[in-house]
């Protein structure tokens, strides 16, 4: 019994030993400043996306202790149901809203542009004022989650601009969409 005490003893302590080792003197991972604040500030960012997906309204000082440099995030499309303008239960990316946030914070001459659009069914004009309104509820979406209004840009090209063919039910569910860019 007392041997096997003893290997125990011995195991855990070389257990030990070797992981110090490989972590701290191999990978170089202890004692990195840089490498703590990442993953504080990832943290931070899974805390606040999981937040906004929860519909939890998140603020400036949400984000204050981030200190990464931001990245514009790619494109946001959001597509509609047929003659509507709200979101209703679709799931938006709580990512892109904290990457925004995080964007212009950090780019003063930065702004969101939000572009609504149509498929080809009823008048261009009901089109162009349907493809506003779609802008308006995103709009209404980002301000609530911290986006300054004076960033927000609004635009609709109704049906003017199909992404896909408008003789097909498919193609026109993809046209019924607002596109939401950051740009620079």
Not at 63 to 82: G, N, T, W
Not at 89 to 98: A, D, E, P, T
Not at 115 to 126: I, W
């Amino acid at each position: 019994m007392r041997i096997l005490f003893i290997g125990l003893v011995v195991f855990s302590t070389w257990s030990i030993l070797a992981t110090n080792i490989y972590v701290c003197k191999i990978l170089e991972l202890c004692d990195d400043p840089e490498t703590s604040q990442n993953i504080e500030a990832d943290l931070l960012e899974a805390i606040v996306v999981d937040r906004l997906k929860d519909g939890f309204p998140v603020d400036s000082t949400d984000f204050a202790l981030v200190q990464k440099q931001a990245v514009a995030p790619e494109d946001l499309i959001v597509r509609f149901a047929f003659d509507k303008s709200d979101i209703g239960s679709v799931s938006l990316s709580g990512k892109y809203v904290y990457e925004s946030i995080i964007y212009l914070d950090q780019n003063s001459q930065a702004s969101i542009s939000i572009t609504g659009h149509t498929d080809a069914v009823g008048a261009n004009s009901y089109n162009m004022a349907l493809g506003f309104r779609r802008a308006e509820t995103m709009q209404h979406y980002f301000e609530s989650n911290g986006i300054p209004p004076g960033k927000i840009i609004l635009q609709s090209q109704g049906e003017e601009q199909p992404a896909d063919d408008n003789n097909t039910a498919a193609g026109r569910a993809n046209n019924r969409r607002t596109v939401i860019t950051i740009k620079k």
